[in-house]
Every structure is written in C-alpha cells, then in structure tokens.
C-alpha cells in the first residue's frame, strides 16, 4: 500500500525558506511522476511542481524561480524513497497545506497535473508565512 507523510511545514517570515519533505513507502514502481500541489483556505488547490524519474520536472507558474523540486531513489530498484521541495523568498501567499501526490506520467507530460485530481496524495504539511 502507498503511503506518503509530508513533514517540514511551519511558520517562517516573508523572504525565508522552508524544505519540506515527503516519506514514500510502499511505491514500486521505477516510472512514475510525484509532486506537490497546494491546498489554500478559499481557494482550489493549485499544482505547485512535479518530478518524473528521468529527473524532468516542471512548476506552476507562481513559483518558478523560487521552488526547487528534489528526490531521493533507491539506488537498487530505483524506486522513489523520498521527495524533497526546497522553497525559497517565500510569500504570504505561499501560505497553504502542501501535499505530497501522485500524478499519471500522461498528466505530468501533458502539463494537467495542474488542474487534474492526484492519484494517491498524504495529509499535508502546514506553511505559514507572515509580512
């Protein structure tokens, strides 16, 4: 059974950075595409940044430039243990729940992870950035 604990979130002044963290346990598969997308109070959530195994990755718009998406793989079976979001000149409007999910590999490529449901996601981790 998949399973995906984020940690990292907290609370942090305008300009900081956090590094959040996702657990994976129970994914065996060595193709596949991860990432995170954002839960914001009254708004939908967005997509934030995905990574596929090749390394490819690509970002919402919002946070270019200032998220950097990273993994840990199992150097035997290539499978992914651990996905890393490192995020820099954080805003107050970073502030959300930041989930770790699974997406299609079709959806990554095709840029709808942005819009479409994850396939598997964790409970989140909790960002908050003051001015």
């Not at 991860?34 to 914001?40: A, E, L, P």
């Not at 919402?60 to 820099?88: C, E, W």
């Amino acid at each position: 059974q998949v399973q995906l604990q984020e940690s990292g979130g907290g609370s942090v002044q305008s300009g900081g950075s956090l590094k959040l963290a996702c657990e994976i346990s129970g994914y065996r598969y060595s193709r596949y595409c991860m990432g995170w997308f954002r839960q914001f109070p009254d708004k939908e959530r967005e997509g934030v940044a995905v990574l596929e195994n090749d390394g490819s990755s690509s970002y919402a718009d919002s946070v270019k430039g200032r998220f950097t998406i990273s993994q840990d793989i199992a150097k035997d079976t290539l499978y992914p243990q651990a996905l890393y979001l490192h995020m820099n000149s954080l805003t107050p409007d970073d502030s959300a729940i930041y989930i770790c999910a699974t997406f299609l590999r079709s959806d990554c490529r095709s840029g709808s992870w942005k819009s479409v449901p994850a396939l598997k996601w964790g409970q989140g981790t909790q960002v908050t950035v003051s001015s």
